[in-house]
């Protein structure tokens, strides 16, 4: 705000086209400040005491917080599960959306239902699709039933409730609602790319494959990157769907940082703890956007991030 | 529509290029494409159709087939204590805290993303790069990490327990997305019709108002609806800020009523199904608008 009266100052002259502006970008901008800006910033002051949320803010001890973080297992479990959803979804979630995205690149009848039908998820809440595949995977359930009934009885598995296995049951569910947002993106970013470029290819005499390996891919590059940036920060945050499916649980074996940040204050009353913890994940948060931003957005066009149309 | 021949230019045009698409379709790559695209739509499609059949059936019949889709016999009871009966009130008052939340949000947020979007895109003072970094900025960082301070100051602003106290904060976490999406597009519209409009004696907010919001017509669509999905979807910070069933919105209250009837397990579906069909209704709506706008921006946040 200053930094807007202090040029008016000096060019008092158009002074209108200053209180233009002002009326313009103030609300947008204190709006942001109050909501967005500032509990970030309060998040770090809070990090540094120790709080219950309610007393005096008087507490004050360093770094401590974070040392206990660091320290503990059960936050240490919540970060290596966070990093096993963005593994996951980097191996399996982001190709899978990818060949998708190719098939149904292809023209052919009922191409625009399948695209409908597979991006559908996308706009269902994560805890309504927690309710429901809870109630799917309970024991005896439908997908235990259904696997009995083709003969796949040995399969049958505590889904939600065996430690060992409950972050890959909502890694599978996670993807049940998400590979669709990356296919359309993909299949924009296929759209985009010039038909007459692999014409030109197979005419060279390049099989599909070479054509997709050489021409198509790498143009698709800043695409799949914006994908895999989307996909990264998605996994980071992940909340909603868990809390739902199994409150972090079985002891623990699901928790995120987001989990175990919401725990400890809203459970724990450690308000400075969880706010360290919600650091912690903003600077995870910032690690990829910068690394994005170093190494990938540099190399590619503005266009793929914020261009309209495409 | 017609099948075309443009993926076979390679070979022949006209007769030979539709017959080569015809065998291609037909290949046995071709059929096992169509095999996966076939198994994933079932994927997509058994939990929704699980749960909306589930609605239809008694517990007994969930706990007795669990494996059979259809209801041996068709109960309409859950669905309708929802609708009208017995869990109605709850419900609806739920539905429409759901709308005011998101009406606020969407409202406040295209207004103010609309101001600061076209001071972005169509004039020039020192900062501004800055500034628009500074929302930019809002996209690159998980918004969870924002909640426990978030709970403090609604709490100190005195709008805790209150639907005010989700709907300034979505709105300001959607601002980031709904500005980067609009500014290229305040962009596109040509200076020459700022300029005609400034010599007829237009103001900067007559024009922004009278020309430029009714041309991007179209992008504010695509903002709204997005924002519409977002604020809709929203559970962590409803979570954190609203108390008891009044106040819940419903992603929450589907939850809470899960949890509370867990025993119940086909009212639970029931209740569960009723809350999601706005969000289905609104999808076969305003699939273009959602898919243009994800895909212009890029964006999730």
Redesign the interface.
Known sequence: MT??SR?ARRRSGPST??L??G???L???I??A???????L??MQ?SLYKWN?LAPLTDFVGLQNYATALGSKTFMTSVGNNLLIVVLSLAIQIPFSLA?AV??N????GRAI?R?????????????????????LQP???V???L??VGLGALVQDWLGDSTLVMVTLFVIIS?KYF??HM??M??GLQGIP?ELE?AA??DGASRRTAFRYITLPLLGP?IR?SIF?SI??A??L??MV??MTGGGPVNASST??IA??KA??RSHQ?GY??AL??I??LC??AV?LLYQRYVLRRDTEG??????? | ?A??A??T??TAVGADARREVRSR?LSLPGLI??G??IL??V???F??V??VL?GFKTNGQ??A???V?LPTEWVFSNYTDVLFGEYAPTFWRQALNSVIVAGIAVA?TV???S??A??FAR?V???RE??YL??VF?L??????????????VRELGLSANLLGVA??Q???A??LT???L???FR?IPVELEDAARIDGCS??GF?WRILLPLARP?LATVSVLAI?GT?????LP??ILNGADQWT???G??NF?TEYSSD?AR??AY?VV??IP??V??AFA?RQ??SG???????G
């Open positions: 930094a807007i040029p086209r200053w233009t502006i009326l313009f970008l609300p947008a901008l709006l942001y109050v909501f967005v800006l500032l509990p970030v309060q998040a809070y949320g998708l098939l149904l292809r023209r052919f009848r399948f409908l039908l597979f991006f559908l998820p996308y706009v269902l809440s994560e805890a309504v699709t927690g309710i429901v595949f809870s109630l799917m005896h359930s439908v235990d039933s259904s009995s009934n049940w669709g947002f359309i993106i299949l924009a038909r014409e197979y005419i695409t914006v989307l920060i998605g980071l945050q909340f909603d809390w739902v940082m987001a940040m919401f204050g809203f308000f969880g706010s919600a650091v994940l903003f948060g910032l956007a793929a991030v914020t261009a309209y149309g495409g | 529509m099948t075309s443009s993926r230019t390679d379709r494409a169509f996966v695209l994933v739509a994927a997509i499609l939990p929704l699980y749960a589930g969930l706990a087939n669990p494996g889709l406040l207004a103010l993303a101001g600061a076209f001071v004039m003072f020192p900062g800055a500034f500074l929302f809002g690159l960082f998980p918004s969870a990490v924002a909640i426990l301070p978030l709970y403090i100051l300034l904060p709105a300001a976490f601002l980031p500005i980067v999406i500014r290229p597009f596109s900067t907010f922004f992008a999905v809709w979807n929203a559970f962590f979570l954190v419903l992603p929450l589907a939850m899960s397990r639970v579906l569960t809350s999601i969000a289905i609104f999808y699939e959602i898919v994800l895909t212009s921006g890029s964006v999730k």
